[in-house]
């Protein structure tokens, strides 16, 4: 099985940074993607940026040039540096992990909240 633990959450002035941290246990293939979701509430949960065990990315449109993922594989963990942050950003951000070809369930992290306000 796989461990998935978040931390870097906290409150912050619009306009601040967070760097968020994902540090994943287990038994992890090298084929899987990794990715940060996040959910307000009231909202479904979306994804907001996706990597690769090669590197490649994806960011959700409302992030894109804010946001840069990042992973560290030797470390077995993943991290979202969050800049020039807005109140929309405001969720609790989950860590997630797929593996390819994908298995019936991924796994998610308990979640950290991000709370942007003045």
């Known amino acids: 099985q796989v461990q998935l633990v978040e931390s870097g959450g906290g409150l912050v002035q619009p306009g601040g940074s967070l760097r968020l941290s994902c540090a994943a246990s287990?038994?992890?293939?090298?084929?899987?993607?990794m990715g940060w979701y996040r959910q307000a509430p009231g909202k479904q949960r979306e994804l907001v940026a996706s990597?690769?065990?090669?590197?490649?990315?994806y960011y959700a449109d409302s992030v894109k040039g804010r946001f840069t993922i990042s992973r560290d594989n030797a470390k077995n963990t993943l991290y979202l540096q969050m800049i020039t942050l807005k109140p929309e950003d405001t969720a609790v951000y989950y860590c997630?992990?797929?593996?390819?070809?994908?298995?019936?369930?991924?796994?998610w992290g308990q979640g950290t909240q991000v709370t942007v306000s003045s």
């Open positions: 997630n992990l797929r593996f390819v070809p994908p298995q019936p369930n991924d796994y």
């Open positions: 287990g038994s992890i293939s090298r084929f899987n993607v």
């Open positions: 990597i690769t065990s090669r590197g490649g990315t």
